[in-house]
């Protein structure tokens, strides 16, 4: 009998390690977010870092750039100026929506921000139109959404300055609350390697708010 209890004991680690672990249900990011002022720093020194005007350029890129007329930029003609810039852009306001196997991202500033659509049941299509905002999947890696985009069309910039990007733009994007949830702690990398001379990554923060976004309109600056 004792070596059978022995026998039971012994057995009973190797049975809860064979035990399927319950998954952990990942954060809720529903809420209104306000982007941190520049220079700000948050608790644990956390700040934001880069800004897409920094990005390298290949040499061909660089000099295309000097050529583009900066009164046609999109962000003066009440255009989308694609989530790169957008979500870099100082009093940006946006608002997370979950939705069924999917997030929806809502910009105060419409003109500019459009909408986001972030779909977490399914990967990239086959064939897909090219669009302002491209095409975004999601997925959880731990409490962090990870967003990959592509399909971006030729009508956006990558900064004020007038870089141009190809077909081949490609953003990543990793989205996590921090600090109990106060904040949001957002990390973009762009790569383009047509128009790109490395892979860019800037880091923004957005404090959550109890509040509502409003419609702010666009008055084109022409």
């Not at 319950?22 to 956390?46: D, F, K, M, N, R």
């Not at 050529?67 to 870099?88: E, H, I, T, W, Y």
């Not at 860019?200 to 022409?222: H, P």
Request: negative net charge.
């Amino acid at each position: 009998m004792r070596a059978l209890t022995l026998i039971l004991i012994a057995s009973i680690p190797s049975a809860m390690a064979q035990a399927p672990r319950a998954s952990t249900a990942p954060p809720s990011l529903a809420g209104v977010y306000q982007i941190i002022a520049g220079a700000t720093t948050l608790p644990g020194g956390l700040k934001n870092a880069g800004s897409p005007a920094e990005l390298a350029l290949l040499p061909a890129a660089a000099q295309q750039m000097k050529s583009v007329n900066l009164k046609q930029d999109p962000a003066k003609m009440c255009a989308p100026v694609g989530p790169f810039r957008m979500m870099a852009r100082e009093e940006n306001k946006i608002e997370l929506v979950p939705a069924h196997d999917m997030i929806v991202m809502l910009f105060e500033d419409l003109s500019h921000g459009v909408m986001r659509t972030i779909f977490l049941n399914r990967g990239h299509p086959k064939e897909f139109e090219p669009n302002w905002m491209g095409d975004s999947v999601g997925r959880w890696d731990g409490n962090t959404l990870v967003v990959d985009t592509v399909g971006f069309n030729d009508k956006t910039w990558l900064n004020d300055t007038g870089a141009q990007h190809s077909d081949a733009l490609h953003l990543v994007e990793r989205i996590r609350p921090i600090l109990d949830g106060k904040y949001l702690e957002y990390k973009v990398t762009a790569e383009d390697p047509k128009t790109m001379a490395k892979p860019y990554t800037y880091t923004r923060y957005y404090e959550k708010l109890k509040t509502e976004i409003q419609q702010d309109v666009c008055e084109d600056e022409e």
